[in-house]
């Protein structure tokens, strides 16, 4: 089945740093890639919606300036926390979608990443 | 605003129960629902949806109900075994506001004791 790789699985960074995930769609074009935020015993919320070749649309609340998503290819899209700070410490994942506009085009997501910043 | 919940946040049972993990929506707009298990450090795996013009689904072990009338959906696990054990979530999309821009529950652990 559809795979949706992520990386690094965890990372620890110092407060002020930037850090960069990466999402990964191994057998499939992922025309949209959606990442979303999930802090500790808590559901997941959509941060940004990434397509291809485009800008990135961030949630009302979601600062675009902080997190960077780029979507350079059908297969990576990539977020970075900028100036990272101890409450961006989350679990970051991301999904991939063939056809977003098609309910017979599923949402696959990744294994997420643990993001802890000192 | 709209919103999709949970009743119960911990459901424990025992191995070889049936379990029920139930989940309320509040956008009448909504026309496709998910069943999600997320395992802790993993992200959500695909279980089970339907859409609104169903009211039941089958799948292996599991059943989704959906009750429109008062906008209620459940997720019904046979036979629950230990590997069972996860927070369960349920998500809706609504067409209107963006096809696969799912809004999450708040999630229900079950815990199965063997």
């Known amino acids: 089945g559809a795979v949706v790789s992520q990386h690094p699985s965890w990372v620890i960074c110092k407060s002020g740093t930037s850090v960069k995930i990466e999402c990964r769609s191994l057998d499939f074009q992922a025309t949209t890639m959606f990442w979303y935020r999930q802090f500790p015993k808590q559901s997941l919320m959509l941060m940004a919606t990434?397509?291809?070749?485009?800008?990135?649309?961030?949630e009302q609340g979601v600062e675009k300036d902080k997190f960077l998503i780029n979507h350079a290819s059908l297969t990576l899209s990539t977020l970075t926390v900028t100036s990272a700070h101890p409450e961006d410490s989350s679990f970051y994942i991301c999904s991939a979608v063939l056809d977003r506009n098609s309910y017979n085009s599923p949402l696959h997501f990744g294994n997420g990443t643990r993001l802890t910043v000192t | 605003g709209e919103s999709v919940g949970l009743h119960l946040p911990t459901l424990s049972v025992q191995e070889g129960d049936n379990s029920i993990i139930n989940c309320a929506y509040s956008n009448s707009a909504s026309d496709y629902f998910i069943w999600y298990k997320q395992e802790s450090g993993k992200g959500p795996q695909f279980i089970i949806d339907?859409?609104?013009?169903?009211d039941k689904r089958q799948g292996q072990r599991v059943t989704v109900l959906l009750n429109k009338t008062v906008k209620h959906l459940s997720l019904q696990i046979a036979a629950t075994q230990p590997g069972d054990s996860a927070v369960y979530f349920c998500?809706?999309?609504?067409?209107?506001?963006?096809?696969?821009?799912?809004?999450f529950g708040t999630g229900t652990r079950l815990l199965v004791s063997p």
């Open positions: 998500a809706e999309r609504n067409m209107n506001t963006g096809f696969q821009k799912l809004v």
């Open positions: 339907i859409r609104s013009n169903m």
């Open positions: 990434s397509n291809e070749g485009s800008k990135a649309t961030y």
